[in-house]
């Protein structure tokens, strides 16, 4: 695979300089959204400011329909805005191609789905070694990553396991340590636990707490599960694609997250 | 062990779906099977024709000039005086040695055989033939084919004998004497018994030249009077005993074809006139080295100023070219229908796993793939399935033409009475095996090439949402 230099940064995360904890993982100025089916013009972000802290854990927050998902592509870099400036990781995410964009979400940008997408070919430990293998780590250290990665969210005996022989919880501990495997800058998760039952999704909430501190990310989550907001650092609440005035979560310094691992 | 490497996740891909795969394979197994077994039966076929041409009538043949074009008719004006000295020329060219099988002079004429006195003849096409170089030239068979080399039925050494095509054996009444096979039975042998079938003075001059009358031989052997026209314009007559009748394999030959040793037909054209030939024959070792020896055979000749060309078997044989232009077409034909067979069958099959595979797509871009990466992924897949069809189609059609090529099948080529071993021709060049494999991988990549395109182009957040 080759990159443009330009936008080649050290590949994954833990030996490059963070941006400063001064500085904001994501700010959002004047969005704007809208799909366009036919002539129909459907505004979904009507204007959307949102500055995402550094090492936090926030949530998005809506009824269905509200753009949870779309706010949180866009963050993702896997979309762009009508209107209005993203900046992500210091980076104006506006100015960047297509392959520049990839290259970005590569290196910097994790993602774990409300449906898991792991690749059903892969095993587990395969699964949890892509990312590397498309930043071009070496073999030995991508070993040992993998292995840590797939440790941490508690899977170390099932490395061989193929997707449809793991649990929807297992599943989606497979894509968690996907996300966090390359150590990325900023992790984003679209309902990941609407797919889980309430105890699995209750112990997926407790390790992405878990896993968020120990590496330092900004972790974005878009949710309605309240087990969720209880955990977060921030919630932004989203009504009809507009951001109200985020809500205090007094009670985030009192929750110890349960250890899992 | 558990390392991917670039390959493994399109090979498992293509494994995910074996029912799929499978039809698709079978698609380009069938195909390709197709193409090379008549491709190879296309190829025996045509090698079948040049050998039985090679053995006849050599790779090349130096005449007078024009004699190909204007002089079959006259072998007086067209004849090669000194052919002699060029023969020893061509023997004794270190360059030709080695390639050079066969060197043996040749003289072409029409005549009339006829046996007066029962009041048959003919007309015939006359080949004054050295039957020892003709033996030898019978042997040539570098495609192998699994047939023993035929002699002629000229005896060699012998001065004052003939052999006949079988038709003419025929029309002379000579089916008994030489066991001609289809002869109707009751026809009577002279329909004229007056022996009226040839003019008095012709009578007149066989009976001067002829060493001895038209008597069956003490060995039971039917004797013929030849006649041809001499170069000064005066017929020629000469008695011969008949050896044996053959057949040369195409009836309108074997209507015609008269042989003689090589003296035999110099003395009915030339008389007491010095002997010519009409052609020096060459026949190589292999079909190969036709255009080197060709070149160096023209450079001889300039170099002694001689009044001669080189004609190739492929010249003075037209048929040749143009069956192979016939096989050529038909190939073709084929190739375009497994072709569109094996596009649309790899088109649609990628297609379908684009759109099975949408989510994934925008779950390896969100990772972080590039568009080029997605497309090369689906690329992959086809070139996979295209080798895997190809490879396996060959490996069967090899097996198919083995089985064939010892079942020991014939068949009877179109224009022709004799049968000859149907055989399959795959290994004599590459290019059948490497232009079929590479014409259907190259089919098998245009037709992923657009899915891929389109893999690639689909939006992240489209892909994502894809149910
Ligand atoms: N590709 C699209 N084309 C047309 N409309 C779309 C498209 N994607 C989203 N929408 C519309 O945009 C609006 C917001 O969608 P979005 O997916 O962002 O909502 P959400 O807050 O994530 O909802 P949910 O909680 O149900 O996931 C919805 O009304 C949806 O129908
Ligand atoms: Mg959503």
Not at chain 1, 157 to 168: D, V
Request: a neutral charge; proline letters at 6%; one cysteine or more.
């Amino acid at each position: 695979m080759t990159r443009t230099n330009e936008t080649r940064q050290p590949p994954v995360g833990q030996a490059e300089p963070r941006p400063g904890m001064s500085r904001p993982a994501v700010v959002v100025h004047g969005v704007h959204k809208s799909y366009r089916s036919g002539t129909l013009d459907t505004p979904v972000l009507r204007g959307v400011d949102l500055v995402i802290e550094t090492d936090q854990l926030s949530v998005l927050s809506g009824p269905s329909g509200s753009g949870k998902t779309t706010l949180l592509n866009l963050i993702g870099c896997i979309d762009r805005p009508d209107r209005g400036d993203l900046t992500v990781l210091g980076r104006q995410v506006g100015a960047l191609n297509d392959n520049q964009l990839s290259d970005f979400r590569r290196d910097h940008i994790g993602f774990v789905f409300q449906n898991f997408n792991l690749l059903p070919v892969l095993t587990a430990y395969e699964n949890v070694e892509y990312p590397l293998l498309l930043a071009g780590v070496p073999t030995d250290e991508r070993k040992r990553r993998v292995k840590a990665a797939l440790d941490q969210v508690g899977l170390a005996a099932q490395l061989r396991h193929y997707p449809s022989q793991l649990s929807g919880g297992q599943r989606q501990r497979v894509a968690i340590a996907r996300a966090f495997v390359k150590a990325p800058a900023l992790i984003l998760a679209d309902e990941p636990t609407a797919n889980l039952d309430s105890e699995n999704g209750a112990a997926i909430v407790a390790l992405m707490r878990t896993l968020q501190r120990q590496h330092n990310v900004a972790f974005v989550i878009s949710s309605h599960d309240p087990q969720l907001k209880a955990h977060a650092d921030r919630v932004y609440p989203i009504r009809d694609g507009r951001l109200l005035p985020p809500e205090a979560t007094p009670v985030r310094a009192e929750i110890a997250a349960p250890s899992l691992v | 062990m558990f390392s991917l490497n670039s390959l493994a996740l399109p090979l498992r891909n293509v494994m995910r779906n074996r029912r799929r795969t499978l039809v698709t394979l079978i698609t380009l197994i069938v195909g390709e099977i197709a193409l090379l077994i008549f491709g190879g039966y296309a190829n025996a076929v045509v090698d079948g024709m040049q050998t039985g041409i090679v053995q006849q009538i050599g790779h090349l043949q130096i005449q007078r000039k024009n004699y190909f074009l204007l002089g079959t008719g006259s072998p007086m004006d067209y004849g090669i005086a000194d052919y002699r000295k060029v023969i020893a020329a061509v023997e004794a060219d270190p360059q030709l040695k080695n390639m050079v099988k066969v060197t043996t002079p040749l003289l072409q004429l029409q005549g009339i055989a006829g046996d007066f006195n029962r009041g048959v003849s003919r007309t015939v096409a006359g080949y004054g033939y050295v039957a020892a170089d003709q033996n030898r030239m019978r042997e040539w068979n570098e495609y192998r084919f699994p047939i023993e080399p035929k002699k002629i039925a000229l005896p060699e050494g012998q001065s004052d004998v003939v052999s006949l095509g079988i038709g003419v054996a025929r029309t002379l009444r000579l089916c008994d004497a030489l066991t001609v096979p289809n002869c109707p039975k009751g026809e009577v042998a002279d329909k004229n018994p007056g022996g009226k079938a040839m003019p008095d003075d012709i009578g007149a001059l066989t009976e001067l030249e002829a060493a001895s009358p038209n008597l069956p031989a003490s060995d039971g052997q039917p004797r013929l009077d030849v006649l041809a026209a001499t170069a000064n314009g005066a017929p020629n007559v000469i008695n011969a005993r008949v050896a044996a009748a053959e057949s040369l394999g195409v009836k309108e030959i074997d209507d015609s074809y008269m042989a003689m040793p090589l003296e035999m037909a110099q003395q009915l054209v030339y008389g007491r006139d010095t002997p010519q030939v009409t052609s020096i024959v060459l026949q190589l070792r292999s079909t190969a080295d036709i255009d080197t020896v060709r070149a160096r055979l023209t450079r001889i000749i300039q170099d002694h100023g001689w009044d001669l060309e080189v004609l190739d078997y492929r010249t003075l044989f037209p048929a040749y070219d143009q069956t192979r232009g016939l096989f050529a077409s038909i190939f073709g034909f084929i190739l375009l229908l497994i072709g569109t067979i094996v596009l649309f069958s790899v088109a649609n099959t990628m297609s379908t796993v684009v759109m099975e595979r949408t989510v994934e797509i925008g779950t390896l871009r969100s990772m972080g793939m590039r568009r080029a990466g997605i497309a090369r992924q689906f690329l992959s897949e086809g070139l996979i399935i295209g080798t895997l069809g190809t490879v396996l189609g060959c490996g069967l059609a090899v097996l198919c033409a083995l089985a064939i090529n010892s079942a020991g099948f014939t068949w009877t080529p179109p224009n022709s009475i004799e049968k000859i071993p149907l055989v399959v021709h795959m290994f004599n060049t590459p290019d059948l095996i490497v232009g079929s494999v590479a014409a259907l991988l190259l089919l098998a990549a245009i037709s992923s090439l657009l899915p891929a395109y389109r893999a690639a182009r689909i939006p992240v957040v489209e892909a994502l949402r894809h149910v």
